[in-house]
Every structure is written in structure tokens, then in C-alpha cells.
């Protein structure tokens, strides 16, 4: 299995900050074949199912605000938002799909 | 626009098996994408619990895969899972889901029910 492990567990920005989000898998995610990184990140607010915000490690889903980003490849991926916004207070999960699929455990975000 | 509900009993008994379906709308289960069921216990993180092809193919989280079977029903255009010798442990909301189309995220989600293990 690959594990997935995020960090830190929760952090707390002020608006309009920068928030980072650290995920580090067991094994590379990297696909040589198609240099790839089987890599996705989610939103997930109190009540609702988790949203797709990003793919491929650095691909934004369609309808995304472009102050998330994502980056990394191989083993190590970090989840960006630019500039915290009150609507991102959320928890926020990194999966992997190289090998069937594990998330992390997830990372609280809140407003300090 | 892909959508999914899932239904099935709010209760279930310990050591008894769990039963959930989840019906597609908006596309076709004989679509080229896996369909997959997530669980989510009380203040917990997210766990992946399997996968299935419309072909009948599937991928087990090797935790409960001794206990856990996910079937398609394409006439009805849903799938389904039935977990097994369930304990206070299996507690949580059930999601289903499916990928995109161009990578193995999951993009569909349904809304999630809860199913609590008690007796």
C-alpha cells in the first residue's frame, strides 16, 4: 500500500494569507511513461462530500480559484492557496491513484 | 452533469452485512470510468473502500477486502457494496463516487449516507 501522510494536521492563517499544505507519499506517484504524478488534492467543508480541486498533482479542476495551486512530483506535494479566503476554512485532503487509491489524513484549515 | 444517490439502511446490526446502492444519473455505468465507494467515520478522515469497472473488474482496499463486495447492476445503471461481519468500527458516511475522465481523482460525488453499526 502507499501511505499518505499530510502535514501539518491543522493549521491557522490569517485572510488574505498564504496557507501550505504539505502531502508525502510512501513511494513515487511519478508515472515515467507519461511523467505523470498520480496525485489529486480535495476540499472538504462540514456536512458535504469532498470537492476535486486539483489532478495530476498541478492540474486545476475546471471552476477552481486560481489562488489554489499544486506542486511536487515523485514523493513530495504541497497544496498552496494564495491568498486565504473565509470560504476556504476547510479540511483539505491529498489522494493518491497510482496504486489503487489512499488519501491522507487530512489537514485542518482555519482563521487565525 | 454526472450524478450519484446513495440509499440503503441507516441501521445495521453488529456482525450483520451492510448493503448500499448507489444510483447514476446524467451517464452510463458502461461509461470508461471506475465507480468507487469512499467511507468517512464521525470527525475522521477518508477511506477508500474499492472500485469496480462496468466489466465486472474491481480493486479491494487490502484492509477489507476479505469482507467487501462491489457489484454492478447496468440495467438499473447503479452499483452497489456489501460489507460483511460488520462491527461499531465500520460506522461512518458512505460516499460513492467515480474519476474523471482523464485521471483516476474522483470529480462525482454523491452526498453521502450515514450508516451507524448498532445493535
Known amino acids: 500500500d502507499i501511505v499518505m501522510t499530510q502535514s501539518p494536521d491543522s493549521l491557522a492563517v490569517s485572510l488574505g494569507e498564504r496557507a501550505t499544505i504539505n502531502c508525502k507519499s510512501s513511494?513515487?506517484?511519478?508515472?515515467?511513461?507519461?511523467?505523470?504524478?498520480?496525485l489529486a488534492w480535495y476540499q472538504q467543508k462540514p456536512g458535504q462530500p469532498p470537492k476535486l480541486l486539483i489532478y495530476?498533482?498541478?492540474t486545476r479542476e475546471s471552476g477552481v480559484p486560481d489562488r489554489f495551486s499544486g506542486s511536487g512530483s515523485g514523493t513530495d506535494f504541497t497544496l498552496t492557496i494564495s491568498s486565504l479566503q473565509a470560504e476556504d476554512v476547510a479540511v483539505y485532503y491529498c489522494?493518491?491513484?497510482?496504486?489503487?487509491?489512499?488519501f491522507g489524513q487530512g489537514t485542518k484549515v482555519e482563521v487565525k | 452533469q454526472v450524478q450519484l444517490q446513495e440509499s440503503g439502511p441507516g441501521l445495521v446490526k453488529p456482525s450483520g452485512t451492510l448493503s448500499l446502492t448507489c444510483a447514476v444519473s446524467?451517464?452510463?455505468?458502461?461509461?470508461?470510468?471506475?465507480w468507487t465507494w469512499v467511507r468517512q467515520p464521525p470527525g475522521k478522515g477518508l477511506e477508500w473502500i474499492g472500485e469496480?469497472?462496468?466489466?465486472?473488474?474491481?480493486n479491494y482496499n487490502p484492509s477489507l477486502k476479505s469482507r467487501v463486495t462491489i457489484s454492478v447492476d447496468k440495467s438499473k445503471n447503479q452499483f452497489s457494496l456489501k460489507l460483511s461481519s460488520v462491527t461499531a468500527a465500520d460506522t461512518a458516511v458512505y460516499y460513492c463516487?467515480?474519476?474523471?475522465?482523464?485521471?483516476?481523482?474522483?470529480?462525482?460525488w454523491g452526498q453521502g449516507t450515514l450508516v451507524t453499526v448498532s445493535s
Open positions: 495530476w498533482a498541478s
Open positions: 489522494q493518491q491513484y497510482y496504486n489503487t487509491r489512499t
Open positions: 469496480i469497472w462496468h466489466s465486472g473488474s474491481t
Open positions: 463516487a467515480r474519476d474523471t475522465d482523464v485521471s483516476g481523482a474522483f470529480a462525482y
Open positions: 513511494q513515487s506517484v511519478l508515472y515515467s511513461s507519461n511523467n505523470k504524478n498520480y
Open positions: 446524467g451517464g452510463s455505468i458502461s461509461s470508461t470510468n471506475w
